[in-house]
């Protein structure tokens, strides 16, 4: 069963692809490859070249829904200095 993210309907989850992680639009192809090829220096060009089936606005989307996910979340951190 494929769901869609409620904010970024190019986003999809389902159990039986990816081991339920987040993919671009129901296809084999996870936000975090797309994260991870732009964190290594990829070009949003150069990653459509290699996945001629990803849009652009797919590569927005990955983007956003990190950000997204990052808002989502809070991290303790250990006292870092002690005064």
Do not use: N, W
């Amino acid at each position: 069963m494929e769901l869609r993210h409620y904010k970024f309907q190019r986003i999809t989850i389902d159990p039986e692809k990816c081991l339920g992680k987040p993919c671009i639009r129901g296809l084999r192809i996870p936000v975090s490859s797309i994260l991870s090829y732009l964190s290594a220096g990829m070009t949003i060009d150069e990653i459509l070249a290699e996945f001629p089936e990803l849009e652009r606005e797919d590569i927005y989307e990955a983007l956003g829904f990190a950000a997204e996910a990052m808002e989502e979340r809070f991290i303790p951190l250990e006292e870092a200095v002690k005064k």
